[in-house]
């Protein structure tokens, strides 16, 4: 009896450790029922995410060599364990990465782009590798994609494609001029072809990604046509246009971006956006032969993390707490060598980042901007002693007090949306004295207890 008892003792936790686990990840409803997310729906509540942007042709064979001369050769190197292992140790909860860009080397199956340039094909389906590393992991897979990079074709491509009907001879001057990226891609027989790669590329993975992050603000492709491709293939997509473009195929708001929205050195509330954030972290990028090292020409730069993991967390906090942030929150940009090395201090970085984020977890991951105490876009319409999140359901406030007091005592306003709070406590620990004030609440840390310089959490109890 005692056997059994045990065994239905042990069950029960599992099962209650499931129920948990589904119920961070927003997968169960109040009621217990199971419910399924659209990508979009997941994009939406994602704070943290890697982009991956390996690119035949840019990306250099180690530092300071020169790209490799032969596309197979590129694509059998990439280790795609590797990237889903960087990934889950910053804490990344989906990875965008370059199905293709220079040249439009492809590193995935696409039928419609073989046909026409088989050598432009990887024999390797990279994309199905790392989809299948990521999902192992529990990681969500977005497909960067270029509407147009006929700017970089070789003249006899162009002629191929004016010979088979799908570039027009008038776009040539356009193509060529140095015009980039106001041509692209209003020419019809383009599109034509674009919208049957498209297809060609949703048909083999749509139900492997959750979306697509497309370059260029899908240019001047017909939006409404390449969402219903999508949405046939992968219902719910998530999609972003660079450039915070808002037309179809665009589910969500994005855009690359060259630093953390402002250069302050020292601890603070950074500028952050509503839109999802894709910032470039490391000095040099492939998609701009790596030379491009926030917004300045580096032509010997041998690639390195430009920020501490700190400064990277506190923006992760100040990007995710803002009012109408549902896009994504922010996406670290790098990316390894083809040797599968990474930029100078960026994995060990980022694991850094990882700790410091899983640390917090419940004060991050499945959260919202708060409403009680609001932040907007701007460092200035932030509380001045950090930023908050609620529980989506209303129950917590989670305080994370980047700017501290001097002393043990924070002083607080009373909350925006008028609730009030019965208890407050350190999130990893210890009481904290809640006491109301005619201006809000005072909260005092324990006894022989310091604000962190990081971060201090104090998760608030609501009063219902």
Same mark, same amino acid.
């Given at each position: 009896?005692?056997?059994?008892?045990?065994? /239905?003792?042990?069950?029960?936790?599992?099962?209650?450790?499931?129920?948990?686990?589904?119920? %961070?990840?927003?997968?169960?409803?109040?009621?217990?029922?199971?419910?399924?997310?659209?990508?979009?729906?997941?994009?939406? !509540?994602?704070?943290?995410?890697?982009?991956?942007?390996?690119?035949?042709?840019?990306?250099?064979?180690?530092?300071?060599?020169?790209?490799?001369?032969?596309?197979?050769?590129? %694509?059998?190197?990439?280790?795609?364990?590797?990237?889903?292992?960087?990934?889950?140790?910053?804490?990344?909860?989906?990875?965008?990465?370059?199905?293709?860009?220079?040249?439009?080397?492809?590193?995935?199956?696409?039928?419609?782009?073989?046909?026409?340039?088989?050598?432009?094909?990887?024999?390797?389906?990279?994309?199905?590798?790392?989809?299948?590393?990521?999902?192992?992991?529990?990681?969500?897979?977005?497909?960067?994609?270029?509407?147009?990079?006929?700017?970089?074709?070789?003249?006899?491509?162009?002629?191929?494609?004016?010979?088979?009907?799908?570039?027009?001879?008038?776009?040539?001057?356009?193509?060529?001029? =140095?015009?980039?990226?106001?041509?692209?891609?209003?020419?019809?027989?383009?599109?034509?072809?674009?919208?049957?790669?498209?297809?060609?590329?949703?048909?083999?993975?749509?139900?492997?990604?959750?979306?697509?992050?497309?370059?260029?603000?899908?240019?001047?492709?017909?939006?409404?046509?390449?969402?219903?491709?999508?949405?046939?293939?992968?219902?719910?997509? %998530?999609?972003?246009?660079?450039?915070? /473009?808002?037309?179809?195929?665009?589910?969500?708001?994005?855009?690359?971006?060259?630093?953390?929205?402002?250069?302050?050195?020292?601890?603070?509330?950074?500028?952050?956006?509503?839109?999802?954030?894709?910032?470039?972290?490391?000095?040099?990028?492939?998609?701009? !032969?790596?030379?491009?090292?926030?917004?300045?020409?580096?032509?010997?730069?041998?690639?390195?993390?430009?920020?501490?993991?700190?400064?990277?967390?506190?923006?992760?906090?100040?990007?995710?707490?803002?009012?109408?942030?549902?896009?994504?929150?922010?996406?670290?940009?790098?990316?390894?060598?083809?040797?599968?090395?990474?930029?100078? =201090?960026?994995?060990?970085?980022?694991?850094?980042? =990882?700790?410091?984020?899983?640390?917090?977890?419940?004060?991050?991951?499945?959260?919202?901007?708060?409403?009680?105490?609001?932040?907007?876009?701007? %460092?200035?319409?932030?509380?001045?002693?950090?930023?908050?999140?609620?529980?989506?359901?209303?129950?917590?406030?989670?305080?994370?007090?980047?700017?501290?007091?001097?002393?043990?005592?924070?002083?607080?306003?009373?909350?925006?949306?008028?609730?009030?709070?019965?208890?407050?406590?350190?999130?990893?620990?210890?009481?904290?004295?809640?006491?109301?004030?005619?201006?809000?609440?005072?909260?005092?840390?324990?006894?022989?207890?310091?604000?962190?310089?990081?971060?201090?959490?104090?998760?608030?109890?609501?009063?219902?």
């Amino acid at each position: 009896m005692n056997t059994i008892s045990q065994l /239905a003792e042990s069950k029960a936790h599992r099962l209650s450790c499931i129920l948990l686990l589904l119920c %961070a990840a927003g997968l169960l409803s109040h009621s217990g029922r199971l419910h399924a997310q659209t990508p979009r729906q997941f994009m939406q !509540k994602a704070k943290l995410g890697l982009f991956v942007h390996y690119v035949y042709g840019l990306t250099q064979a180690a530092p300071g060599k020169p790209p490799l001369k032969n596309l197979n050769d590129f %694509a059998n190197c990439l280790n795609v364990q590797g990237i889903a292992d960087v990934a889950q140790a910053m804490g990344a909860q989906y990875v965008i990465f370059t199905a293709y860009h220079w040249r439009m080397n492809m590193l995935l199956r696409c039928p419609a782009w073989k046909k026409i340039f088989p050598s432009h094909v990887s024999n390797r389906d990279v994309v199905g590798g790392l989809a299948k590393a990521l999902r192992a992991k529990g990681i969500k897979l977005v497909l960067y994609m270029h509407p147009d990079d006929r700017h970089d074709f070789p003249r006899a491509m162009i002629n191929k494609l004016i010979k088979i009907g799908f570039t027009s001879r008038r776009e040539l001057p356009n193509i060529y001029s =140095g015009t980039y990226p106001r041509f692209e891609p209003h020419d019809p027989k383009w599109n034509r072809l674009y919208e049957q790669i498209v297809r060609s590329i949703a048909q083999r993975y749509g139900g492997e990604i959750a979306g697509y992050w497309i370059d260029d603000g899908d240019a001047a492709a017909n939006g409404v046509r390449i969402s219903r491709i999508i949405e046939q293939y992968t219902p719910g997509a %998530a999609v972003w246009l660079n450039g915070f /473009a808002t037309h179809p195929p665009a589910t969500l708001i994005g855009s690359e971006v060259w630093n953390l929205l402002d250069s302050s050195p020292k601890p603070h509330l950074y500028n952050t956006s509503t839109s999802q954030a894709a910032i470039v972290i490391a000095d040099v990028w492939w998609a701009c !032969k790596g030379t491009l090292a926030a917004g300045n020409v580096r032509v010997h730069s041998t690639g390195r993390l430009m920020y501490p993991p700190s400064s990277l967390y506190r923006f992760l906090l100040c990007q995710i707490a803002t009012s109408g942030q549902h896009n994504g929150g922010v996406v670290y940009a790098t990316s390894p060598y083809s040797n599968n090395h990474w930029e100078a =201090g960026v994995r060990k970085g980022l694991t850094k980042l =990882g700790a410091m984020v899983r640390k917090n977890a419940i004060a991050i991951y499945n959260t919202i901007p708060s409403r009680a105490y609001v932040s907007g876009e701007s %460092a200035a319409a932030k509380p001045l002693w950090g930023v908050a999140v609620d529980s989506p359901h209303g129950s917590y406030v989670y305080l994370h007090v980047l700017m501290p007091p001097q002393s043990r005592t924070l002083h607080i306003a009373k909350p925006a949306d008028a609730v009030t709070f019965r208890k407050a406590q350190l999130l990893n620990g210890g009481v904290v004295r809640l006491v109301p004030d005619a201006a809000g609440y005072a909260l005092t840390l324990p006894h022989a207890m310091h604000w962190s310089k990081l971060d201090t959490v104090i998760r608030l109890t609501v009063r219902k």
